[in-house]
């Protein structure tokens, strides 16, 4: 299984980005986004089902939205109202069952800069 993000860059506190991980190789269950400021740890931002329940951490419930088209094999990350505590990098990540074991997947992280 391979994770693809996209959809970073910089933009101005108030705005919006839209993050998307494509996935390739098998198929894959829970899929989150997680997110690393300089200095801080890896906290996650939110997580998707392959049936569409979701969950937000609660620093970003309101403003941001996950979604993923299980056709397509992409998931969604839509940020609105940017801070600037959003500055991070953002990485997705998926989890798959197989022969008894949990596997974990990441992806390389895209980086989302929010000036004043």
């Known amino acids: 299984v391979q994770l693809q993000a996209s959809g970073g860059g910089l933009v101005q506190a108030g705005e919006s980005l839209k993050l998307s991980c494509v996935v390739s190789?098998?198929?894959?269950?829970?899929m989150a986004w997680y997110r690393r400021s300089p200095g801080k740890r890896r906290e996650l931002v939110a997580q998707?089902?392959?049936?569409?329940?979701?969950n937000y951490a609660a620093a970003v419930k309101g403003r941001f939205t996950i979604s993923r088209d299980n056709a397509k094999r992409t998931m969604y990350l839509e940020m609105n109202g940017l801070r600037l505590e959003d500055t991070a990098v953002y990485y997705c990540n998926a989890e798959r069952r197989a022969n008894g074991e949990w596997y974990d997947y990441w992806g390389q992280g895209t980086q989302v800069t929010v000036s004043s």
């Open positions: 190789g098998f198929s894959v269950g829970v």
């Open positions: 998707i089902t392959n049936g569409g329940k979701t």
